[in-house]
């Protein structure tokens, strides 16, 4: 046979023999018996050398087309075994629940005091602070608060048991006096905090919640600018459809004081009419000569409210010891 | 625009050096783009008078002199014979340089020095030494000193004496387009003159009476008033056209202009002088109608061609304003002349034209025909309408000076409909409602007058004499050139001008942002919540108001209620700890095992006799590790110790905070079966970290290991580091060798890092622990290691050689430093 003929059929024997190789291993060994230092087709290119002078250009053109053929049938099956041998022997399952990395939660008071200071912010208003534990005189008296006001009644506040009785603040405004003692007007802060009042904990009632309020002091300062920050504020908490109420109320330490009442489409779905959501005033004049300030000159409002209040509207609470139990199940709904 | 120091010394008097003045300016609105300083001539040589003359007293040939220089008195050391006490000689100043003679490339500087031991402060000149042929310049040619002649004034500079020319300064101004007044040498010195309270003189414009003709010597017909509504023109006979005086030609010069002619440059002169762009025809290339030359200003035709003085044959639009004769255009309106009625060397008799062109034609003419002259430049911001004769004739008049000639009739001014001053009403008190400063109304009305304003509605008498401010507004005349003024808060605006805006307290910003330091804080608090959170853990809030029993357990300085309401509420917490142990209690109860939390909140301790209050954040963690999962051999792994110490470390890093350090406590304790305290730069107790001890947790029901960490937030806070710097990402491969190890199990990782530390590894990247291992293999009381170090150099890629060499280095110290015994 002659040399080229023995190329055909080698070659045709080769690509069999790839094609029904079944795995990666089978394909190489098969590779080696034909194009290995030793295979077949390479024993054929080896006798090119004997041929006459011209009959050998022909002859190596076509085992060189004989050689890239099988080349390439070997990179084609190789690349086919390749992914066969990749499939996975299982298939996978995609209803199965996925490894979570699951993230916390923020408490939802957290939550809540957030939005109310990033609407205070948006205002111009700065985020400001002040100890818990309180004297008399920034919880009460600074603040216009006579000795006999039954806020200042022991029932009502903790007292420390050490002789100078520090107290637990009752209430936010405190932080006011010590701002407006370091600081000149105009004075725009937000002051959310815990506060503390001496009740038993039950569903509407905890001795620790915490208050945010608003305190703005500048010339010219009106009851016009303090309605119309109210309802900025209460529309960015509780949507646009929110309605307001202000109602003369008494506070000792603002003048004119009035209550807000909030009604929307939850209040109303409540079955009520209006719900009570905070207390705001113009700042006493008293309290502002007793912080140094010329009410002469000054003026301004305050405006507070309880958190836990807001967070239990929000997302219809109706416990306020929930917030203190840190039940998993509770935080991961927020 | 350009000015000059000396020019506009020429219209205002102030006292400012160079340098002030741009401040000045600036301060007014004018910015100063550039300063250049001209010097002049003999820079340095003044005028002085030899006071007296004595002989050197080491030197023969040499004499010693007291000199007068116009500012005192100097001694001088002299080698010239010819001359004698009271002449007046050239003295050239220490600090200054002499002209370098041909054939010298270095120029002479003088200095105060010693001659022959005796000081000189200065050096008196010869005619040679200051370069000047003494006969030329009226002086007597002989060796030795200058003697300038007996009227010579002392001090002054030797150029003025000399009349060469003299130092200056040039401004380059950027002029607002508001204010085209500004475009001009008087104006400017007008604002000069506002902002000193100095007389403002205006240039001279007297021109030798003549009888009026009954015959104009030229008609001027307006056919497009709309776009021309003022037209004058002057006629001038018997012009002699040359080249300008020195000073006129030094005058353009300075400022950026090419000296043409002397006609021109009047021309140019005065329109630099006063803003008003001018322009000459040379009267006899003018067209006659009825024996007179005839000027009409008309629109273009549509397509009509025109050349310009350039050279540039231009076809102009419809709209296009053409100054013509009866019979060709002559000038592209406020922009270029014609090259058909140019001044020439053998003009005789000059056409003066100064008129006022509607600004936005001017603009649209020039754009269309993107041609834009100094004229058109002044035009389209809006010339002075008012000026338009006073400049022709100051023209005419300095024609007159620098070219000779006659005035022929008096000046046709067109002007059909005379523009009427505007008026603008100022309530005084506004001013100050504006500006935020009572200004006394003397002051306010005191800078309107300096600026040109006239009050028209209420005399000065009615002003108050306390200079309270009264509220009948004042209505205030408009110069012609201020073009910007045309509401009452233009005028507030020229007060704090010239009040000075520096001069006007800041307030602080009102309706702006309120400020507390807490409000930083808090950003930072919710930074750290929501890292922890990202981190998986739940926030809790706990109960300010714990049991005493667990809190003393916790932290033995409680602060004790006076009225507390019930026993596991009487003590203020001391820690977080109690609190989220009670949290995990009742997660517990119902039988949530797998709780992990943090808490951020305040704690209450006593020392010292105080009650401190503190930010603090606690991580509590217990039961399973991961969340619920169907496969895996560690699926059900229990929280340890490790993973709050990684939460730890990932938010230090996180808030930026190096150097924590850790060590364990040797014995347990009531509180901790296992735990270590945390310190801040080796000294500052960072917090607690630890397993609960199991008799605690099974009090409280918690049956697997409860990992706590508790951390003072205050001082992570304040050690917190929010500033990043980018580094280079590395270039080049690094190099990495693995070790095993076996060491005693006293030895701690940080033991290890600082072994490694004291190799002084070069180019030692990172060292990286990757397996702890106990048993077989590892004899008791021991423990197996395993680190990868990477070794990498940030310009080059490191040869085996130097990374063995350097992590040689290594393992001879972990052999040393910590009792290695490493595993091949």
């Known amino acids: 046979m002659s040399l080229l003929a023995q190329v055909d059929s080698v070659k045709a024997e080769a690509l069999g023999a790839l094609a029904s190789a079944a795995d990666l291993p089978a394909l190489e060994q098969a590779k080696g018996a034909y194009l290995g230092a030793e295979g077949r087709f390479?024993?054929?290119?080896?006798?090119?050398?004997?041929?006459?002078?011209?009959?050998?250009?022909?002859?190596?053109?076509?085992?060189?087309?004989?050689?890239?053929?099988?080349?390439?049938?070997?990179?084609?099956r190789r690349s086919e075994l390749e992914l066969r041998a990749a499939v996975p022997r299982e298939p996978a399952d995609f209803t199965l629940p996925g490894r979570r990395r699951p993230s916390g939660r923020l408490h939802p008071l957290t939550q809540v005091t957030d939005d109310i200071v990033r609407a205070f912010r948006r205002l111009g208003f700065a985020v400001a602070d002040g100890p818990e534990i309180e004297d008399e005189r920034h919880c009460f008296d600074a603040l216009n608060t006579p000795v006999d006001h039954p806020a200042r009644d022991a029932q009502d506040t903790f007292f420390l048991d050490q002789p100078s009785r520090p107290l637990l603040r009752t209430h936010t405004s405190s932080v006011q006096i010590r701002v407006m003692e370091k600081q000149q007007p105009p004075i725009r802060i937000v002051i959310p905090g815990r506060v503390f009042r001496r009740d038993n904990a039950d569903a509407t009632h905890n001795p620790t919640f915490h208050q945010i309020e608003g305190l703005y002091v500048d010339k010219g300062v009106t009851v016009g600018d303090l309605k119309g920050t109210v309802e900025a504020v209460f529309r960015e908490l509780l949507g646009d459809d929110v309605k307001l109420r202000f109602r003369p109320h008494y506070f000792s330490y603002t003048e004119p004081s009035l209550e807000i009442d909030f009604t929307n489409a939850l209040v109303r779905k409540l079955g009520k009419e209006w719900l009570e959501i905070a207390g705001c005033g113009m700042v006493h004049p008293k309290v502002f000569e007793n912080v140094g300030y010329d009410p002469e000159v000054w003026s301004g409002w305050a405006f507070g409210f309880g958190i836990e209040r807001i967070a239990m509207l929000r997302y219809g609470i109706t416990d306020i010891r929930l917030f203190y139990e840190n039940d998993s199940r509770f935080l991961a709904q927020f | 625009m350009k000015v000059t120091l000396n020019w506009l010394r020429e219209h205002v008097d102030f006292a400012?050096?160079?340098?002030?003045?741009?401040?000045?300016?600036?301060?007014?609105?004018?910015?100063?783009?550039?300063?250049?300083?001209?010097?002049?001539?003999?820079?340095?040589?003044?005028?002085?008078?030899?006071?007296?003359?004595?002989?050197?007293?080491?030197?023969?040939?040499?004499?010693?002199?007291?000199?007068?220089?116009?500012?005192?008195?100097?001694?001088?050391?002299?080698?010239a014979q010819n001359f004698k006490a009271g002449d007046k000689v050239p003295l050239i100043l220490p600090g200054s340089v002499l002209p370098p003679k041909s054939g010298e490339t270095q120029p002479f500087a003088i200095k105060v020095g010693k001659i022959r031991n005796v000081e000189s402060h200065g050096m008196m000149c010869s005619a040679a030494e200051l370069g000047i042929d003494p006969v030329a310049t009226g002086h007597v040619a002989e060796d030795g000193l200058l003697i300038l002649r007996p009227d010579a004034v002392v001090g002054q500079p030797l150029a003025a004496y000399l009349g060469r020319a003299a130092g200056d300064v040039v401004y380059d101004l950027e002029i607002t387009p508001n204010r085209p007044d500004l475009n001009s040498i008087v104006g400017i010195a007008?604002?000069?003159?506002?902002?000193?309270?100095?007389?403002?003189?205006?240039?001279?414009?007297?021109?030798?009476?003549?009888?009026?003709?009954?015959?104009?010597?030229?008609?001027?017909?307006l056919e497009a008033a709309d776009l021309c509504p003022r037209y004058t023109a002057r006629v001038l006979r018997g012009v002699r056209v040359g080249p300008s005086p020195d000073w006129l030609r030094s005058s353009l010069e300075k400022v950026g202009?090419?000296?043409?002619?002397?006609?021109?440059?009047?021309?140019?002169?005065?329109?630099?002088?006063?803003?008003?762009?001018?322009?000459?025809?040379?009267?006899?290339?003018?067209?006659?109608?009825?024996?007179?030359?005839?000027?009409?200003?008309?629109?273009?035709?549509?397509?009509?061609?025109?050349?310009?003085?350039d050279g540039v044959e231009r076809t102009l639009a419809a709209d296009s304003l053409l100054i013509a004769d009866p019979g060709k255009g002559i000038a592209l309106a406020g922009i270029m002349g014609g090259r058909n009625t140019?001044?020439?060397?053998?003009?005789?008799?000059?056409?003066?034209?100064?008129?006022?062109?509607?600004?936005?034609?001017?603009?649209?003419?020039?754009?269309?025909?993107?041609?834009?002259?100094?004229?058109?430049?002044?035009?389209?911001?809006?010339?002075?309408?008012?000026?338009?004769?006073?400049?022709?004739?100051?023209?005419?008049?300095?024609?007159?000076?620098?070219?000779?000639?006659?005035?022929?009739?008096?000046?046709?001014?067109?002007?059909?409909?005379?523009?009427?001053?505007?008026?603008?009403?100022?309530?005084?008190?506004?001013?100050?409602?504006?500006?935020?400063?009572?200004?006394?109304?003397?002051?306010?009305?005191?800078?309107?007058?300096?600026?040109?304003?006239?009050?028209?509605?209420?005399?000065?008498?009615?002003?108050?004499?306390?200079?309270?401010?009264?509220?009948?507004?004042v209505s205030w005349t408009i110069p012609s050139w201020r073009v910007d003024l045309k509401r009452e808060v233009d005028l507030i605006e020229e007060v704090a001008r010239l009040h000075g805006v520096d001069k006007i307290p800041s307030t602080p910003p009102r309706g702006a942002k309120g400020s507390h330091p807490y409000d930083a804080v808090h950003d930072v608090l919710m930074e750290v919540r929501r890292c922890l959170a990202a981190m998986g853990l739940d926030e809790a809030q706990g109960q300010t108001l714990v049991g005493d029993a667990l809190a003393r357990a916790a932290s033995p300085d409680v602060v004790a209620l006076a009225n507390p309401l019930s026993s596991d509420m009487n003590v203020l917490r001391p820690s977080l700890l109690p609190g989220l142990i009670d949290t995990l209690r009742h997660n517990a109860s119902r039988r949530n095992g797998d709780v992990q939390m943090f808490e951020i909140g305040r704690v209450f301790v006593q020392s010292g006799g105080q009650t401190r209050e503190g930010w603090r954040v606690a991580v509590a963690l217990t039961g399973r590790r991961d969340a619920p999962f169907w496969s895996g051999a560690d699926r059900d792994a229990k929280c340890d110790v490790h993973d709050a110490k990684g939460i730890v470390e990932e938010l230090a890093e996180r808030l930026g905070i190096r150097g924590v350090a850790w060590s364990r406590r040797a014995e347990p304790t009531e509180f901790w079966v296992e735990s270590a305290t945390i310190a801040l730069g080796g000294k500052q107790e960072l917090g607690q970290l630890g397993q609960l001890s199991p008799a605690l947790a099974r009090r409280n029901d918690l049956r697997d290991p409860v990992i706590l960490a508790e951390l003072d937030l205050g001082l992570l806070l304040a050690r917190r580091n929010a500033s990043r710097s980018f580094k280079p990402l590395p270039g080049f491969p690094s190099s990495r060798r693995d070790v095993a190890m076996i060491v005693a199990e006293s030895v701690t990782h940080d033991a290890v890092l600082a072994a490694v530390k004291g190799a002084k590894a070069q180019n030692l990247e990172t060292v990286e622990l990757f397996d702890v291992f106990r048993g077989k293999h590892v004899a008791d009381g021991h423990k197996s290691l395993a680190y990868a170090f990477t070794y990498r150099a940030a310009d080059r890629t490191l040869k085996d050689d130097e990374v063995q060499a350097a992590h040689a280095r290594v393992l001879e110290a972990l052999k040393t430093g910590v009792g290695a015994t490493l595993r091949e």
Request: charged share 25%; hydrophobic share 45%; glycine share 8%.
């Open chain 2, 342 to 473: 140019e001044i020439q060397p053998t003009t005789k008799d000059v056409l003066l034209e100064s008129a006022w062109f509607q600004p936005t034609n001017i603009r649209r003419t020039g754009k269309s025909l993107g041609l834009r002259t100094d004229a058109s430049y002044r035009f389209e911001r809006g010339a002075d309408i008012g000026i338009a004769e006073y400049a022709g004739r100051r023209a005419a008049a300095l024609i007159l000076a620098t070219a000779g000639g006659s005035v022929d009739g008096d000046v046709v001014d067109a002007y059909p409909a005379p523009v009427a001053p505007r008026a603008v009403a100022l309530r005084n008190h506004k001013v100050g409602e504006l500006l935020g400063i009572a200004l006394p109304v003397a002051e306010i009305e005191g800078h309107l007058r300096h600026l040109g304003l006239q009050p028209s509605a209420r005399t000065p008498a009615a002003t108050d004499e306390d200079g309270t401010v009264v509220d009948a507004p």
């Open chain 2, 190 to 221: 007008r604002e000069i003159a506002a902002l000193t309270g100095n007389p403002l003189r205006v240039p001279d414009a007297d021109l030798p009476a003549v009888a009026v003709d009954a015959k104009a010597p030229v008609v001027v017909r």
């Open chain 2, 16 to 79: 400012w050096s160079p340098e002030e003045l741009s401040e000045r300016l600036t301060l007014l609105g004018i910015e100063v783009e550039g300063v250049q300083k001209l010097s002049g001539e003999f820079e340095g040589v003044v005028v002085a008078q030899v006071l007296s003359r004595d002989k050197h007293p080491n030197a023969d040939k040499l004499s010693v002199c007291r000199v007068a220089d116009g500012q005192g008195e100097r001694q001088i050391v002299c080698g």
């Open chain 2, 257 to 309: 202009l090419r000296s043409i002619n002397n006609v021109v440059d009047v021309t140019n002169f005065v329109m630099l002088e006063t803003g008003q762009p001018l322009h000459a025809f040379d009267l006899d290339l003018l067209a006659k109608l009825d024996g007179v030359p005839t000027l009409v200003v008309r629109r273009a035709a549509a397509g009509e061609k025109f050349v310009t003085l």
């Open chain 1, 42 to 76: 390479t024993a054929l290119m080896k006798q090119l050398g004997s041929l006459p002078r011209e009959e050998r250009p022909a002859a190596g053109k076509t085992v060189n087309a004989a050689k890239a053929e099988i080349e390439a049938a070997l990179g084609a």
